[in-house]
C-alpha cells in the first residue's frame, strides 16, 4: 500500500444471507489512494454547504454525501445502492452508525483524519 492516506468502509456482502442467519462477510472498501486537492476542496465546500444545513432533509444531506463519495472518493468502486443497501445502518460490531461512518470518510476527504479504526488495521499490516 502506498504511503498516501487512505480511508475505508466496511460492507456486508451477504446481506440477503444474513438475514437468514449467515455470518456476514465483510468487504472493506477502500478509497482511492490519490485524493487531489481539488476534491478536498470539494470535500471541504460540501460539509459546510450539506452537513449544518437546516433547510435541507436528511434525505438529501446522505443523497448528496454518498453521491460524492461513491464517485469521488471510492471512483466508482462502490455505488449508491450499495452504500444503501450493504453499510449497516446502526453500525458494525459495536461501532458507529451508517451515518458516522459516512461523515467520518467525507471529513478524510476534506482534512486527511483518518477514524482511529484505519489507523490501527494499518497499523497491524505493518
Not at 20 to 46: H, M, N, Q
Amino acid at each position: 500500500m502506498s504511503k498516501l492516506k487512505r480511508e475505508k468502509i466496511e460492507l456486508i456482502k451477504n446481506p440477503e444471507g444474513v438475514n437468514k442467519g449467515d455470518e456476514p462477510e465483510i468487504e472493506k472498501v477502500w478509497t482511492i489512494p490519490f485524493i487531489s486537492f481539488g476534491v478536498s476542496r470539494e470535500a471541504v465546500s460540501l460539509v459546510n454547504d450539506v452537513l449544518g444545513n437546516k433547510e435541507l432533509s436528511d434525505d438529501d444531506k446522505n443523497d448528496r454525501i454518498i453521491d460524492f463519495l461513491s464517485e469521488k472518493a471510492f471512483g466508482g468502486k462502490i455505488t449508491k445502492d450499495d452504500i444503501y443497501n450493504r453499510l449497516p445502518g446502526p453500525g458494525l460490531n459495536g461501532n458507529v452508525s451508517a451515518q458516522e461512518v459516512l461523515e467520518d470518510v467525507l471529513y478524510f476527504v476534506a482534512s486527511g483524519q483518518q477514524t482511529d479504526d484505519t489507523k490501527n488495521f494499518l497499523a497491524g499490516k505493518k
